[in-house]
């Protein structure tokens, strides 16, 4: 009986090389996921990131899993004739390009100039990972992210961090998931809940991925989730 094998970039993108024959893993889907939020303010229907999140749940449920290395996920923005052009791309190759509504995308404005700060972030993985009840993993990466954003290393009354951290203890205390408070619910309003705020690099991006895998029994982020809206905000930025 042959072995189911992954579905690849190369299945279902326009690619070619060594990434068409990579296989389309949940962390690559979510890092796409999460630009995708930043830059649009929500994940486009139909585009890569939904196409990468379908084949990534075939391969997780074939338990198959490929490494793809560091392969760098971007979403830019690139205003023409009053229009602006969304290019998505996987290891340098385009895997979708589309024209947007004229509202002007919500982080990377006026041809990709503005650059994904920590509250932005944050919001993002209250898009991506809306429906996750908070749980203290969560509140410890969110509350890292306060630390770098504000300068402050204690939680700040009010704040976002402490909204987490309340959250996540209700939750513990709560049976029903359909009763606990959820990512959505905390980070809707994470860049307003901030007194100040900063643009997110790669060491921003380490500290918070070290916090929730710290407070994670299986040692490891969740898809879409904090650090992962985090390590993609990095790595747009690096980027830029």
């Given at each position: 009986m042959s072995q189911e094998q992954p579905i690849k970039y190369g299945d279902v993108f326009q690619v070619?090389?060594?990434?068409?024959n990579k296989a389309i893993t949940p962390e690559d889907a979510a890092t796409m996921q999460s630009a995708e939020n930043m830059v649009l303010g929500h994940t486009h229907k139909g585009g890569p990131a939904a196409v990468m999140?379908?084949?990534a749940s075939v391969n997780r449920n074939r338990g198959l899993h490929q490494v793809t290395g560091d392969q760098q996920v971007t979403v830019s923005d690139a205003e023409v004739a009053g229009q602006h052009i969304i290019t998505e791309a996987v290891?340098?190759?385009?895997?979708?390009?589309?024209?947007?509504?004229?509202?002007?995308?919500?982080?990377?404005?006026?041809?990709?100039?503005d650059l994904v700060t920590i509250g932005e972030a944050l919001e993002a993985a209250g898009l991506s990972a809306a429906e996750k009840p908070v749980e203290q993993s969560d509140a410890a990466a969110i509350q890292a992210a306060e630390v770098r954003a504000t300068g402050r290393m204690e939680v700040m009354p009010g704040g976002v961090a402490a909204k987490a951290q309340g959250a996540a203890?209700?939750?513990?205390?709560?049976?029903?998931?359909?009763?606990?408070?959820?990512?959505?619910?905390?980070?809707t309003d994470a860049s307003s809940l901030l007194p100040e705020d900063k643009v997110v690099t790669r060491v921003d991006?380490?500290?918070?991925?070290?916090?929730?895998i710290r407070n994670q029994p299986e040692m490891a982020t969740y898809p879409g989730g904090v650090a992962a809206s985090m390590a993609a905000a990095a790595r747009l930025n690096q980027n830029k």
């Open positions: 070619s090389g060594e990434l068409a999140q379908s084949a290891g340098g190759q385009v895997v979708g390009q589309y024209v947007h509504p004229t509202s002007a995308p919500v982080s990377l404005k006026s041809g990709g100039e203890s209700q939750n513990a205390r709560t049976m029903c998931d359909e009763k606990k408070t959820k990512l959505g619910d905390v980070l991006a380490e500290g918070v991925i070290g916090a929730e």
